[in-house]
C-alpha cells in the first residue's frame, strides 16, 4: 500500500532537491559539456544507489513507505546527505508507512513542568529558554525575556502572551533589525521547521503555522521552497539590541525530554569572558532582575507575637 498522496510531494521535492545539488563530478561520475541540468540525473543516482532506474524514479514520486532501511542508506549516500538530511529522509519513510494513516490532529502542548522553570529561574548570568519543535517559546528566564524584550513585546505573540521565533523572524519588520544575520536566522528558522514537519507532518498546528508563514511572507516561501533540514542549532548570534547595543553571544541547544516524541530544546546564550557583550549582557542581566523583584508581591513583615 502506498502512503497518502499529500506526503509523496515532501518526498519528490526533497529528494529532488538534493539531486540537484550534487554534481557528475563531486559524484566521482563524467562530466559533459552537454548536460542539461547541473546536477545528477535520475539514472545516476540510481546507479550510485545499486538500483534501477525505474525503482528510483518510483521513490522520488514519493513512493517511498515499504523501502528497507538498507535501501534508503544507499540512496542517502549516493545523495551525499548529512546527518541531519539522513534523518529527515527516515522520518518521511517512517510517516509514509500505512499503518501511521491518521488524520491530521492539534497535538496537545506538553506543559511544562515546575522544575524546568526552576531550573530556568536558577540561571541568572546566561539567557535561558525551552522552546518546542514548532518554535514556541514555552518557558523562559528573566534574562531571556530582557534580551529577546523586542520578540516578546511583538504584536507576533499568540494571546496566551507566548512567542513564536518563527512568526517574529518572518511577520516583524522589526525582527531585522534585531537579527544582525537576519538571513542566516530566517534559513535556520525554516530548516528547523523543516525536521519538525519530518518528524510530526500531521500535526495540524504546524502546518498552520507552515501555511501562514508561507502565505504572508515570500522570505519564507523561499527558504522554505529551498529543502534544507536542521535538527539543531548551535553557534554565534548577533544581535542589535535597542537598549545595550550589539551583541555577540554562543548559543547552545539541549535536548530537553519532556514528553513522548515531542521534541524540546533548552538553548542558553551566553558571552565570551572580557569581552564587552559580557559587559552588556551583565547590565541586561542587573535590569531583569530588578524588573523581576519590583513585579513580585510585597512581602509582609512577620507581626511580633505576644509577650
Known sequence: MDQQPGNRGEIRDFLASRRAKITPAQAGLPTSARRRVAGLRREEVAVLAGVSTEWYTRLEKGHIGGVSEDV???????????????????????SSRPKSRMPSSRRRDVEVPPRVQWLLDSITTSAAFVRNGRMDVVASNALDRALYAPMFDSATVDKRGRPNIARYIFLDPGAENFFVDWEAAGNATAALLRAEAGREPRDRALRELVGELSTLSPVFRSQWAAQDVRMRLD??????????????????SLDLPLSGRA??????????????????????AISAATQSRAAQPARRSPQPGPL
Open 72 to 94: 534508503l542508506d544507499a540512496v542517502a549516500r549516493a545523495l551525499q546527505l548529512d546527518d541531519d538530511e539522513r534523518t529527515y529522509l527516515f522520518d518521511l519513510a517512517r
Open 235 to 252: 553557534g554565534i548570534k548577533r544581535l542589535q539590541h535597542p537598549d545595550v547595543g550589539h551583541l555577540e553571544l554562543t548559543f547552545q
Open 263 to 284: 521534541v524540546h530544546d533548552l538553548i542558553i546564550y551566553t558571552a565570551e569572558p572580557g569581552s564587552a557583550s559580557e559587559d552588556r549582557l551583565k547590565l541586561l
